[in-house]
């Protein structure tokens, strides 16, 4: 099951499919320098309108080599307030060509060499820095004198375009690194996979893929990190993976899911995702209550049937239902691990998501669990209840670690944040995957928003998706609706949410 998007490159990709532009098709290093050159000088004159100053800052690599290659371009079309600002006086070879054709041309280049006034007095002086430090090659945390640069370029009131990455970033990055800080990345040929992860694309801006006259051949073979990852495609997703209703759908061919959530002091969570089940297309939703949260929420809901919850698990009838959803706002107590176990054991697939995955924890813990069938959706902090894993290593490098919690545990996972991660691996169904969708709509950073998105995903499993299209699918309704709702009113609450829920799920 593709998400229809790009696949995304390890830097170590990306290095091979160079070397292999180079030595099995015989383009020089040059021609691609030149290339990536034409396509970001062509980008920037149109971003940048007017004749504002720029600085250019070079490091000794290839990356280097691209920002003077593409400072020479700005120069020649015009645009005379560059000012270049070299790491070091050493540079390599391609490098030292095109500083010389900067020099020639009457540019002037600096040096930076830990002369740090001198270097913010350019920074200051700038309205865009073009960022050529480091590029994919970089490996380890970038160190004295450059980390002073950096720095230095972070406190500066420009704006920064980065080439391919920010520098500081690439493979293996980790939180307490230093790394510039871009208001766009100029990606060449194809977009990094560091650039999508939840630390690094807090770094990236807005992330812009431009040519680099790599044949395509070069990009066939594996991704990265034992697998490939895919920037998923809203418009795809929403296209050919949702299915429309038909017309002859009623509330009983569209599902029946059963919501156990809420508690006193957070039925609003109980309310925000069995009113999501529904606005995601489920036909219908009950939602179990505890005794002391019943009359609250049976005096609040309208389309959402409201039933008190069976005295023990092994009371409640399954066979009624088409999916499951637990966990908004359902407190964390022990009784509620019996739940979970009368919930896998019915055969239903299902969502699990807040006090739920807390008490999964415990199981875990504890006891081997079979979660196929399952959409878990924590956010990092969960994620690391759940996995063991320490944030950083969540928040840097997150793949891996989801890969082989699903593997262990046979469940389909969304990591939500800023950028959300979904990795199915392969069950339900579906072929399995792993996508990542680039989100970056703080406006939907608001209270209840998990909730909605965990109601969605029922919903989507109540309508027979299976689990890894349903949290794809998913994924890609919330964040429409976030979009549509941020477009219309700028921040909002999870409840004015709800109602772009229902147009998004209808299906395109």
Known sequence: MGGGGRALLSCADMARADRAAQERYGIPAMILMENAAASAADYLLR?????????????????????????????????????????????????????????????PVSVYAGREGEAARLAGEASWILDGLYGIGLAGPVREPAAGLLRILNDSRAR???????????????????????????AFEAPKLCLYLPLGRATAGRIVVLSAGFPPQVFEGGGPQGGSVELADADFVLKN??????????????????????????????????????????????LFAASDAYGVLASSC???????????????????????????????GQENAAWLGRFFASGLPGVLDADALHVLAGMIARETVNLQGWVLTPHPGEFAVLSGA?????????????????????????????VTLIHDPG?????????????????????????????????????????GRAALCGVEIHAAAGRAAAGAAGFFTSEELLRYISKEAYGK
Request: glycine letters at 16%.
């Open 160 to 186: 920064v375009v980065a080439l391919d990455v920010p520098s500081g970033l690439g493979d293996g990055f980790r939180g307490a690194w230093p790394v510039l800080r871009a208001d766009y990345t100029l």
């Open 427 to 467: 069950t339900g169904g579906d072929e399995g995957g792993t996508w990542i969708h680039d989100g970056m709509n703080p406006a939907l950073g608001t209270a209840g928003s998990g909730d909605v998105l965990a109601g969605v995903i029922a919903g989507l499993l109540g309508r027979s998706l299976a689990p």
């Open 390 to 418: 320490d944030r950083d290593s969540i928040l840097s490098d997150p793949i891996p670690l989801v890969r082989e919690f699903c593997r262990r545990l046979r469940c389909v996972l969304v990591l939500k944040a800023h």
């Open 302 to 332: 309208g389309s959402v049937m409201v039933r008190p919850r069976a005295p023990a698990p092994r009371d409640w009838d399954a066979g009624a239902f088409d999916a499951i959803l637990a966990g908004p706002g359902w407190g964390r």
């Open 47 to 107: 971003l940048w309108g007017d004749d504002a100053p720029v600085l250019v800052v070079a490091g000794k690599g290839n990356n280097g080599g691209d920002a003077l290659a593409i400072a020479r371009r700005l120069f020649l079309a015009g645009r005379r307030n560059l000012r270049v600002l070299l790491l070091q006086e050493e540079l390599g070879e391609l490098p030292r060509v095109h500083c010389g054709i900067l020099e020639r041309l009457g540019v």
């Open 241 to 286: 993976l949702l299915p429309r209703p038909r017309a002859a759908d009623y509330k009983n061919s569209r599902g029946h899911v059963a919501v156990f959530a809420g508690s006193p002091g957070t039925t609003g969570a109980a309310l925000l995702c069995s009113g999501a089940v529904l606005r995601a297309g489920a036909g219908l939703a009950s």
